[in-house]
């Protein structure tokens, strides 16, 4: 098992560009989420899916589009992209939510300037 | 605001020493919590859960205890080594399909 794997590692964006950020866990988890941490802070939900073709909004949503096409893949999508948005992404997966571990990924860095 | 706090931000420990992270948490109806440990430049990983049914649990070398009087809970982490250096997450989530909310992190340096 893989788990939950991130690409791109690393990426520089500048302002008012687009990209996708790709996620994929081979676990079967129905639970995905996207979370973005700010430097020196906590963890920030930005969206998240209960299930292929189902998902819902986090605590930060804004500037951020997802879509759950297949249970392994949950990608997200920076349209326009603003200093703002400069963070650490990352995924993450469960077997249901709540009260239930979340598996992480690595983890996207990304710049935008 | 966030739901979940930490009581300090940075905590230096000498080697084998225990340490002691706190977490306070104001959702009443929480009823699991989650450590995570986040090496830097790593994804957060899982070091040990509770429910709200119990006041304490046990791991390899680390503690939780949970006190549902005054919403705190608190990781311990016996004999700390360099390894344990790292950002330590504390994690709410309220019953039924809440996800998780994370607090802020404390760090951890171990002194050798």
């Known amino acids: 098992n893989a788990g939950v794997t991130q690409t791109p590692k690393f990426r520089i964006l500048k302002i008012g560009q687009s990209m996708t950020l790709q996620c994929t866990q081979d676990?079967?988890?129905?639970?995905m989420y996207w979370y973005r941490q700010d430097p020196g802070m906590g963890l920030k939900l930005i969206y998240y899916?209960?299930?292929?073709?189902?998902?819902d909004k986090g605590e930060v949503p804004n500037g951020y589009n997802v879509s759950r096409s297949t249970t392994e893949d949950f990608p997200l999508r920076l349209e326009l992209a603003a200093p703002s948005q400069t963070s650490v992404y990352f995924c993450?997966?469960?077997?249901?939510?709540?009260?239930?571990?979340?598996?992480f990924g690595p983890g996207t860095r990304l710049t935008v300037t | 605001g966030e739901s979940v706090g930490l009581h300090l931000p940075t905590l230096s420990v000498q080697e084998g020493d225990n340490s002691i992270i706190n977490c306070a948490y104001s959702?009443?109806?929480?009823?699991?919590f989650i450590w995570y440990k986040q090496e830097s430049g790593k994804g957060p990983q899982f070091i040990i859960d509770?429910?709200?049914?119990?006041d304490k649990r046990q791991g390899q070398r680390v503690t939780v205890l949970l006190n549902k009087t005054v919403k705190h809970l608190s990781l311990q982490i016996a004999a700390t080594q360099p390894g344990d250096s790292a950002v330590y997450f504390c994690?709410?989530?309220?019953?039924?399909?809440?996800?998780?909310?994370f607090g802020k992190g404390t760090r951890l340096s171990v002194i050798a």
């Open positions: 959702n009443s109806a929480s009823d699991y």
């Open positions: 676990m079967n988890h129905n639970y």
């Open positions: 899916s209960v299930g292929a073709g189902i998902t």
């Open positions: 509770i429910r709200s049914n119990m």
């Open positions: 994690a709410e989530s309220g019953s039924g399909n809440t996800p998780l909310v």
């Open positions: 993450a997966s469960s077997i249901g939510t709540g009260a239930y571990e979340q598996y």
